[in-house]
């Protein structure tokens, strides 16, 4: 046999890259990758790490249980630099990677729409925190929502102000996105059920710097309580403080980014009494008490819904997994879709047939600076 | 009429923080002919060493002024050395996509060292502001629209009073000229990128407490700003106060007579309008006059 340079070279370079490929193929087999959309960098970069804080959590709780099928679960990490193109952009990355069996996508519901149709092109199932309700009746079966949907928030937050609070003047002011919009449709309609009225109905536009016109339109619109869809907590803080140096100081029910930990940071007193319905309360349950101690332990901030929603996301994922018994995607499917009463940090989820997990939410309270549970309001539909 | 009083006041007040960072944009336009595209950056940047200073190693305010403010200067002048210095001899373009390429640097610097967590920067008051009649008076943006009155009446003493003034706007106008009458071109330079990195450091630090402290801060006030220098004429210093206090009565008055979701929408309606019928803004020359 002789040996030629070209035979050598081949021999040579197979030689040289051997141990990088077997190792990439035993590692390949040997864990399970699950695939996160999360903000890095971007307007959103904070809950982001929240998030992702979260995940580990939950992914070190599975992975010391002995992983998923016999495999160590691996986190597999895209920024959506809190922007649609980014999250599709972040999207395709992880679904070009056939080894990811499954997906953690967006808190944002603007941002899960701009996926969805290659989330149905990928096929695999994508647990998502997004609360525009119209995101699980899109006709998508592989989208699983892991945070009470905005039917259930513009219900509780209506019911509290109109019925436990028995104010009928509402102010509503929502953020113009997806979610924002939604969330101030969810909420007139279930005070058209309650008997109240919508005095005033005012959408801002993100990243807003002054909030003047808004909290002077309010403030003349007479109405006595005010109901809120903000999606980002610098929004949140900047309106918080105008409105009360504006002089308004009437009672005020938020939607959940009023209870994060960030919003109580930047809006320190002028968020004082206010209320806010919130998918995590620690108080409102053993597990959600479990979750505050993991998260305490793993980072410096206090627990709130962006790391809750992501913990029972790869917990339950993980679980449905080792209950199908393989990674097919449809498998995967049927066993979320058949998770029932499993108690989480955010709830006890038991999935609908649109993909839906939790149907209820908790009210607390800001009693100054510090979340307090009131009580938890569940739906049957 | 209260209303009216409370959204002029509001109006003025985020009006003279987009003229601050205009007046940055300004001087190194008439200093170098290219727009700064990272000089909402310079904002941010100050806002976070003084979270920094004040915040977490919790030095008095008036100190972690000074040393956000120093720490500008030499960001001021790093930033002509990397970003402008190696490019002087090329066209604008160039210059322009590394100031951007800089802004997106400074942005995700800050991002990767502190975390992408906004902050919270206290006043320089105690007293968040005061009642005065109908209208209530916010402590930080009365300081904001003092200073921009004291930076002003400053900036035109110092061009038309002083050596350095002088050398300086005969740099702005003709570079070859002002060299072969043995003017430093290089060191004037300098001084501009420095002066304007303190300008919009300052902007910064004064809007902190009232927008938070955030690794975008910078952008959204910039876009505005760069409008209200395109509106008050590209170059003209006078322009650019009266650019971005009219765009920011505009703004506020147009969120609460006409709409407030399309309130970023008319800043950038009157710059169109501007563009199209007085591209050279309010104070601007005429180019062929100019020529």
């Known amino acids: ?85 980014g999250a599709v952009l972040a999207f395709s990355k992880l679904a070009a990677q056939p080894d990811i069996v499954a997906f953690i996508g967006s808190i944002r519901s603007t941002q899960n729409h701009a996926m969805a149709p290659d989330i149905l092109k990928t096929a ?97 619109s007479g109405a006595d309580v005010i109901g809120s869809y903000f999606t980002f907590e610098n929004d949140l803080g900047i309106f918080a403080r105008q409105l009360r140096q504006l002089g308004v100081t009437v009672p005020w029910v938020g939607s959940p980014s009023i209870t ?89 989820y038991n999935f609908d047939q649109y993909g839906d997990g939790l149907h209820g939410y908790n009210i607390v309270r800001n009693e100054k600076g510090k979340i307090v549970f009131d009580k938890h309001i569940e739906f049957n539909d | 009429m209260s209303l009216v009083l409370q959204l002029l006041f509001t109006g003025i007040g985020i009006g003279a923080v987009y003229a601050l960072v205009a007046l940055g944009f300004v001087l190194i336009f ?88 906004p902050q919270v920067l206290p006043g320089w008051f105690d007293t968040p502001g005061f009642q005065v009649g109908p209208v209530y008076l916010d402590s930080q943006y009365l300081l904001i629209i003092a200073v921009t009155i004291v930076l002003v009446a400053f900036q035109y003493w110092f061009f038309e009073h002083t050596l350095l003034g002088k050398k300086l706007q005969a740099t702005s106008q003709d570079k070859e000229m002002a060299s072969l009458l043995g003017i430093p071109v290089a060191r004037m330079i300098m001084i501009t990128f420095i002066y304007s990195a303190l300008i919009g450091g300052i902007a910064g630090i004064l809007v902190a407490p009232i927008l938070f402290v955030s690794i975008q801060m910078g952008s959204t006030i910039a876009l505005k700003a760069f409008a209200a220098t395109i509106i008050g004429g590209f170059g ?31 800043a950038f309606f009157v710059l169109i309008l501007f563009l199209i019928f007085r591209p050279q803004g309010i104070f601007g020359e005429r180019v062929a006059e100019k020529a």
């Open chain 2, 30 to 117: 008439r200093a170098t002919n290219v727009v700064n595209f990272a000089q909402g950056e310079f904002s941010m940047v100050a806002a976070f060493l003084m979270v920094v200073c004040a915040v977490d190693l919790e030095l008095p305010y008036w100190l972690s002024f000074l040393i956000a403010l120093g720490g500008m200067a030499l960001l001021g002048m790093l930033f002509n050395l990397t970003v402008y210095y190696p490019l002087r001899h090329r066209s604008f373009l160039p210059v322009i996509i590394s100031t951007i390429g800089a802004s997106i640097f400074l942005a995700n610097t800050t991002l990767a060292i502190y975390g992408p967590q």
């Open chain 1, 1 to 85: 046999m002789t040996i030629t340079r070209r035979g050598f070279s081949v021999a040579l370079a197979s030689g040289v890259a051997m141990p990088a490929v077997l190792r990439n193929a035993l590692a390949q087999s040997n864990t399970l990758k699950i695939g996160m959309v999360l903000p890095v960098t971007g307007s959103a970069a904070d809950s982001g790490k929240y998030a992702l804080t979260g995940a580990k959590i939950a992914l070190d709780r599975v992975n010391k249980a002995g992983g998923v099928l016999s495999r160590q679960v691996e986190l597999v990490t895209e920024d959506d630099q809190t922007t649609n193109p």
């Open chain 1, 260 to 348: 994060t930990a960030t919003a109580i940071k930047l809006a320190g007193p002028a968020l004082y009494g206010t209320f806010g319905v919130a998918d995590y309360a620690e108080e409102s349950s053993p597990e959600a008490k479990e979750f505050a101690a993991l998260y305490r332990k793993a980072a410096s901030t206090e627990p709130d819904n962006f790391g809750s929603w992501t913990y029972d996301a790869l917990n339950v994922l993980c679980a449905a997994i080792n209950k199908a018994g393989s990674t097919d995607p449809n498998k995967i499917r049927d066993a979320i879709l058949a998770t029932k009463g499993y108690k989480g940090a955010e709830g006890e």
């Open chain 2, 236 to 266: 003209d210093v006078a322009g650019a106060i009266i650019g971005g206090i009219s765009l920011g009565i505009i703004e506020t008055f147009g969120a609460a007579y006409i709409s407030v979701p399309y309130k970023d929408g008319f």
């Open chain 1, 124 to 220: 695999k199932p994508v647990c998502f925190g997004g609360t525009d309700p119209q995101l699980t009746k899109l006709g998508n079966p592989w989208l699983f929502r892991f945070r009470p949907n905005d039917s259930y928030s513009g219900r509780v937050i209506g019911a509290y102000g109109a019925e436990t609070l028995a104010k009928k003047n509402w102010a509503i002011i929502h953020s113009t996105d997806a979610f924002g919009t939604s969330g101030g449709k969810a909420l007139t309609e279930a005070l058209g059920k309650f008997g109240a009225k919508v005095t005033i109905d005012q959408g801002y536009p993100n990243q807003s710097q002054d909030f003047t016109a808004v909290v002077l339109a309010i403030k003349q």
